[in-house]
């Protein structure tokens, strides 16, 4: 498979890192940022580890490189052991937790050994979204990068703040640069709406069944994925949910089915939502107001990554932050949820806001979306 014309955002940072360094970059989502060590891996004939957070999308990552004539593998060690001496363009993807338990036991001599050319951290803001009660070893990995020193890194999103990107800069070894900026699927219509937790399905099914195309609805907990599928009757639309929850068969047959149009709605937590790059996407529903406001862009970045039209629609109200605020008490947590309501209770676009708050006002665009209250 040969690669396709690259834009100048994936020249730029190709150029960047053939000398050694670290780069943070932050580009949309859908516009093909794994190509850029995609690129490199091959062309370079480099091995690379990709740090990556979820299994769903380390799946997709696989099938992606070996389509490049990549040898790529998920937490394979022997197999990869093996292949040390010969020089050959290689994937190795794992998740923090598997990185950082190869990190404190003796198979740490063997990543070590492998020396990989470029050390991949996809979906970063994770690192500011997540940490102390969540998946706490996603917080360790700069201190993994202090202590191995690789030469190049590469630190992906499509959502990091600029107080996180200035805050991931400054703590990476030198030298390190950011280049990159947020932006929305330019033909996104977005419908922002306050509504009573008592109204939500009966607006959400009328708003589901005036959408074409399959779509997503988030929801904040495994349990309301999984009631919502049944509560929200869209009557002959196939549906079902999927969470981390679910045995990894089970989240493989429903990925199928999504893409194999065995599936017209899903019901869905985060699992579903990072880095997953299926463009077919009409449309996303969140059924309540998600933790912070990269979960709501990234949210929002999964519709119309094709460059067509997509929909999406917010439904929330004070209660949703109420149930939050108890559901998760740490520091970060709440300010995160004080972020998000300070943007939702914003009389302007919502869609404009979110580019203001990862680009700042002066590179905002001026954008339109539906604010309304359920009545």
């Not at 050694?20 to 891996?41: D, E, M």
């Not at 009573?196 to 309301?224: E, H, M, N, Y």
């Not at 740490?330 to 806001?353: D, N, P, V």
Request: hydrophobic letters at 40%; glycine letters at 6%; one cysteine or more.
């Amino acid at each position: 498979m040969l690669f396709p014309n690259l834009r100048p955002f994936q020249l730029e940072a190709i150029n960047r890192l053939k000398d050694p360094g670290h780069l943070v970059c932050l580009a949309g989502t859908g516009s093909g940022k794994s190509l850029i060590y995609q690129y490199l891996t091959r062309k370079s004939r480099w091995r690379t580890l990709l740090i990556t957070p979820l299994t769903a999308l380390a799946r997709q990552q696989k099938e992606r490189a070996i389509q490049f004539g990549i040898e790529a593998h998920i937490n394979e060690i022997p197999k990869l052991l093996s292949l040390q001496a010969r020089r050959k363009p290689e994937l190795w993807i794992m998740s923090p937790e598997r990185l950082m338990h190869l990190h404190s036991h003796a198979a740490t001599s063997s990543l070590q050994g492998w020396r990989p050319d470029l050390v991949v951290i996809d979906e970063c803001h994770c690192l500011f979204e997540w940490g102390e009660t969540f998946r706490p070893h996603y917080g360790k990995i700069l201190d993994w990068i202090e202590t191995t020193q690789p030469s190049r890194s590469l630190w992906l999103s499509a959502t990091l703040a600029p107080q996180d990107r200035e805050k991931l800069v400054k703590k990476l070894p030198k030298p390190s640069h950011f280049m990159g900026g947020f932006a929305l699927p330019e033909k996104l219509h977005l419908d922002v709406l306050r509504c009573q937790r008592v109204l939500r399905p009966s607006v959400a099914r009328d708003w589901i069944q005036d959408r074409p195309g399959k779509g997503l609805v988030f929801c904040l907990t495994r349990d309301s994925a999984a009631n919502l599928t049944d509560l929200l009757n869209t009557s002959q639309l196939r549906r079902t949910y999927y969470h981390a929850g679910l045995a990894r068969e089970e989240r493989m047959e429903i990925e199928r089915r999504f893409l194999e149009e065995g599936i017209d709605v899903l019901f869905t937590t985060s699992a579903f939502a990072m880095g997953l790059d299926f463009d077919f996407v009409s449309w996303v529903l969140l059924y309540e107001a998600p933790w912070s406001i990269t979960s709501l862009a990234q949210y929002l970045g999964r519709t119309a990554r094709n460059g067509g039209v997509g929909h999406a629609a917010v439904l929330w109200s004070d209660e949703d932050f109420q149930r939050m605020s108890w559901m998760n008490r740490t520091e970060r947590g709440k300010r995160h949820l004080g972020e998000l309501y300070e943007l939702l209770h914003t009389s302007e676009s919502k869609a404009q806001a979110l580019e203001s708050y990862f680009n700042g006002p002066s590179l905002a665009k001026q954008r339109h979306d539906t604010i309304d209250v359920c009545s």
